[in-house]
């Protein structure tokens, strides 16, 4: 009985040593998790691998412009874009070298964190700018950076200190904006702005995740990565593209 077991025994043992070596313990509520080198690797790499293409597609967007609203969109998005994934790649990259320079690396964490408020921003700057909206609404365009600066003091002040209230506060700058549609007339674009968010929404899964599943910042990075490329192809394609371009008077 026991000679019949233990192959099986044996063989889930190793999976799990297989399985484990690439992740840590998870880290108590007030430390910081700590990523195997296999995890620091791939946090580096899913961020790093688009920050030429995020780089072209801004000035893409930015050749394809065709008046002075389109080139300042374009330059705030690209830029928002381009910086959210070199910041982040900066960041784990300093994270994995360790350092003895550990007020560096947390500085770079702090600046990794406030991107996501100017990147979420940034993101909804062409929409805002370049669609017709009621006349709530487009206060929306100046309202989207009032909540980046907010978010920004906040992770300045309170860093790493209420982890539960700087989720709500991402989730509630992604979300908040996007009652302009109420008032949109033009509404093209609306689905791949949903599946997109839907992307970073399932990312969080993965952001709260590191100790639980093995490489789970990454997969978190890849997830950021899918809805940014989703919601620039609705910006191109909507907002960019000659046959769909608005024709907005209210600009
Ligand atoms: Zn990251």
Same mark, same amino acid.
């Given at each position: %009985?026991?000679?019949?077991? *233990?192959? &099986? =025994?044996? %063989?889930?043992?190793?999976?799990?040593?297989?399985?484990?070596r690439?992740?840590?313990n998870?880290?108590?509520?007030?430390?910081?998790?700590?990523?195997?080198?296999? =995890?620091?690797?791939?946090?580096?790499?899913?961020?790093?691998?688009?920050?030429?293409?995020?780089?072209?597609?801004?000035?893409?967007?930015?050749?394809?412009?065709?008046?002075h609203? =389109? =080139?300042?969109?374009?330059?705030?998005?690209?830029?928002?874009?381009?910086?959210?994934?070199? !910041?982040?790649?900066?960041?784990?990259?300093?994270s994995?070298?360790? #350092?003895?320079?550990?007020?560096?690396?947390?500085?770079?964490?702090?600046?990794?964190?406030m991107v996501?408020?100017? *990147?979420?921003?940034?993101?909804? @700057?062409?929409?805002? &700018?370049?669609?017709?909206?009621?006349?709530?609404?487009?206060?929306?365009?100046?309202?989207?950076?009032?909540?980046? #600066?907010?978010? @920004?003091a906040?992770?300045?002040?309170? +860093?790493?200190? *209420?982890?539960?209230?700087?989720?709500?506060?991402?989730?509630?700058?992604?979300?908040?904006?996007?009652?302009?549609?109420?008032?949109?007339?033009?509404?093209?674009?609306?689905?791949?702005?949903?599946?997109?968010?839907?992307?970073?929404?399932?990312?969080?899964? *993965?952001?709260?995740?590191?100790? !639980?599943?093995?490489?789970? +910042?990454a !997969?978190? +990075?890849?997830?950021?990565?899918?809805?940014?490329?989703?919601?620039?192809?609705?910006?191109?394609?909507?907002?960019?593209?000659?046959?769909?371009?608005? @024709?907005? @008077?209210?600009r």
């Amino acid at each position: %009985m026991v000679s019949m077991k *233990f192959p &099986t =025994e044996k %063989m889930s043992s190793e999976s799990s040593f297989l399985f484990f070596r690439f992740m840590n313990n998870r880290a108590p509520s007030n430390k910081r998790y700590q990523p195997t080198e296999y =995890e620091h690797a791939a946090n580096c790499a899913t961020h790093a691998l688009w920050i030429i293409p995020s780089i072209v597609g801004g000035i893409l967007l930015y050749l394809l412009s065709d008046d002075h609203w =389109e =080139e300042i969109s374009a330059w705030l998005y690209g830029a928002g874009l381009s910086s959210l994934f070199i !910041i982040s790649t900066v960041f784990h990259t300093i994270s994995w070298k360790k #350092s003895h320079l550990r007020s560096v690396e947390n500085c770079f964490h702090m600046c990794d964190r406030m991107v996501i408020y100017f *990147f979420i921003a940034a993101s909804y @700057t062409p929409w805002l &700018t370049l669609r017709d909206l009621g006349p709530w609404a487009a206060n929306m365009r100046w309202v989207v950076w009032v909540m980046a #600066s907010g978010g @920004t003091a906040y992770v300045f002040f309170f +860093h790493e200190r *209420f982890k539960a209230v700087e989720l709500i506060c991402y989730v509630a700058m992604g979300v908040f904006p996007a009652l302009v549609i109420l008032s949109m007339a033009d509404r093209s674009g609306l689905c791949e702005l949903l599946v997109g968010g839907g992307c970073y929404v399932l990312g969080i899964v *993965f952001f709260k995740s590191d100790g !639980i599943v093995p490489f789970a +910042h990454a !997969i978190w +990075h890849l997830f950021v990565a899918m809805g940014a490329g989703i919601h620039y192809y609705a910006i191109w394609k909507y907002l960019y593209t000659p046959v769909n371009q608005p @024709t907005s @008077t209210a600009r």
